[in-house]
């Protein structure tokens, strides 16, 4: 699982396993709510508007732009939770759950979304929205935008030991060469050298 928030673990969740649930029912960060009115899934492709030259990879002239999720959500007073104790300890059940949208999106922890199309990782709340009107007395009903977080993975590579400053390592020597002699002129002051046994 993605590290973040996920709903204390029990161990029969009306005869099915906690962990099970994560993977067939749509939930956020692991609370399931009593009901999901939809889920709206947004992808979209980012591309240069500039013109790419023949032969260059397309692939450097555009990019995936976040995953964006707007879920809308209910919890009735009326219902139990499916896991025991999620919307507990608040003055109803609906209350709760928006006490919990809110703590989920103020802690700013990436949280793993599991929806009937897509599996995502790394979504943080953006948006809650919710309606108090004579229609909502004993209810909840949120919309929740959550936007995934770039993750970038993080690569070791390997290099030598060796000092990397011009101070510590040894460069070599420099000498001079005239380059106005030639090579014929070397030679002979060479051999002028060697027959006067200098």
């Known amino acids: 699982m993605a590290d973040g928030y996920l709903a204390q673990p029990f161990k029969t969740v009306q005869n099915n396993d906690y ?11 692991g ?26 990879a397309i692939v450097d002239h555009a990019y995936t732009e976040p995953a964006k ?17 999620q919307f ?15 703590q989920l999106q103020e802690d700013r922890i990436p949280m793993f979304v599991f929806t009937k199309l897509d599996t995502y990782e790394n979504m943080l709340i953006t948006s809650i929205s919710a309606d108090d009107n004579c229609d909502t007395f004993e209810c ?15 690569k070791e590579v390997k290099i030598t030991s060796a000092d990397q400053t011009t101070v510590n390592t040894e460069m070599g020597k420099i000498t001079a060469y005239n380059a106005d002699k030639s090579a014929l002129a070397s030679l ?4 002028k050298s060697f027959v006067s046994g200098g």
């Open 188 to 191: 002979v002051d060479w051999f």
């Open 69 to 85: 999720i707007t879920m809308k959500v209910i919890v009735s007073d009326v219902h139990q939770s499916l896991v025991p104790g």
């Open 140 to 154: 909840l009903i949120a919309n929740v935008e959550l936007t995934e977080i770039p993750v970038a993975r993080v």
């Open 31 to 56: 609370f399931f709510f009593d009901g999901v009115l939809s889920v709206s899934h947004e992808r979209n492709l980012t591309t240069t508007s500039n013109p790419v030259e023949t032969g260059a």
């Open 88 to 102: 507990d300890g608040g003055y109803a059940r609906h209350t709760q759950a928006w006490q919990l949208l809110k």
């Open 19 to 29: 962990n099970a649930l994560l993977y067939c029912k749509t939930n956020i960060a």
